[in-house]
């Protein structure tokens, strides 16, 4: 599986694949929002737009949005950059 894509802020490599990093994120933002949509419902597509990829701008809008202080916004979100690491290794 070495062509599997992991999400990660850093970009690291490992032997079961690439690391993703926020940089990968923002270019490939439509296949990856539609992802994140599924666990943040509460962002509307102009919210998606304006973060276009952005980690800061994510975070702000989780913070807007759930009412959330940046740790739990960032923690939220390392959560599910986790589950999705965890996806990816089982697929």
């Given at each position: 599986m070495s062509g599997m894509i992991h999400w990660r802020?850093?970009?690291k490599s490992t032997p079961g694949g690439n690391?993703?990093?926020w940089d990968q994120i923002e270019g490939q933002w439509k296949q990856m929002?539609?992802?994140?949509?599924?666990k943040w419902g509460k962002l509307t597509d102009s919210d998606w737009n304006q973060v276009a990829g952005k980690k800061d701008q994510l975070l702000g809008k989780l913070q807007e949005r759930y009412g959330y202080s940046r740790e739990q916004a960032e923690s939220d979100l390392d959560d599910w950059e986790r589950s999705q690491e965890r996806q990816h290794?089982?697929?």
């Open positions: 802020a850093g970009c690391y993703m990093n929002s539609g992802k994140m949509k599924e290794r089982a697929a």
